[in-house]
């Protein structure tokens, strides 16, 4: 894996969340995007190589919304940059780890992502993360 690419954090509003987010880090959010297949709207900032993923659940059954509803704002997966998000699930899932996912799928911020279940992980929701390339 290359790096940390992002940390979701789950919120409750975003447009609170940003000014927060705004105010601690000390940096413009630099982009919000909706993803309506995942019923979420999200924002980003940029913290060095890193990222901070800002989600708010867009309805009542997101898995965002119920995150919040069930354990409060806080951190909801850590995100890593793959270089070919294939070849690691193959890796991954040879080694016995639950993907959420049988194939890719687009995430926010022109990403293919796949998710692996927390069970496996030790109790983190992790992202993989491979930017879709032109
Ligand atoms: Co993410």
Same mark, same amino acid.
């Given at each position: 894996?290359? #790096?940390?690419?992002?940390?979701?954090?789950?919120? *409750?509003?975003?447009?609170?969340?940003?000014?927060?987010?705004?105010?601690?880090?000390?940096?413009?959010?630099?982009?919000?995007?909706?993803?309506?297949?995942?019923?979420? /709207?999200? /924002?980003?900032? #940029?913290?060095?190589?890193?990222? $901070? *993923?800002?989600? &708010?659940?867009?309805?009542?059954?997101?898995?965002?919304?119920?995150?919040?509803?069930?354990?409060? &704002?806080?951190?909801?997966?850590?995100?890593?940059?793959?270089?070919?998000? &294939?070849? *690691?699930?193959?890796?991954?899932?040879?080694?016995?780890?639950?993907?959420?996912?049988?194939?890719?799928?687009?995430?926010?911020?022109?990403?293919?992502?796949?998710?692996?279940?927390?069970?496996?992980?030790?109790?983190?929701?992790?992202?993989?993360?491979?930017? $879709? #390339?032109?």
């Amino acid at each position: 894996m290359v #790096r940390i690419e992002h940390i979701g954090i789950a919120v *409750e509003n975003l447009e609170d969340s940003i000014a927060l987010y705004e105010q601690l880090l000390n940096t413009p959010c630099y982009k919000t995007e909706t993803v309506e297949a995942e019923k979420v /709207a999200t /924002a980003f900032f #940029r913290v060095g190589e890193s990222k $901070i *993923e800002l989600l &708010q659940g867009s309805d009542a059954d997101s898995v965002i919304t119920k995150f919040v509803a069930k354990k409060g &704002q806080g951190i909801h997966h850590i995100a890593y940059e793959v270089e070919n998000i &294939q070849a *690691e699930m193959k890796r991954l899932t040879a080694l016995g780890f639950e993907l959420l996912n049988t194939e890719p799928k687009k995430g926010a911020d022109n990403k293919l992502v796949c998710f692996l279940h927390p069970k496996t992980s030790g109790g983190v929701l992790v992202e993989l993360c491979q930017e $879709i #390339r032109p």
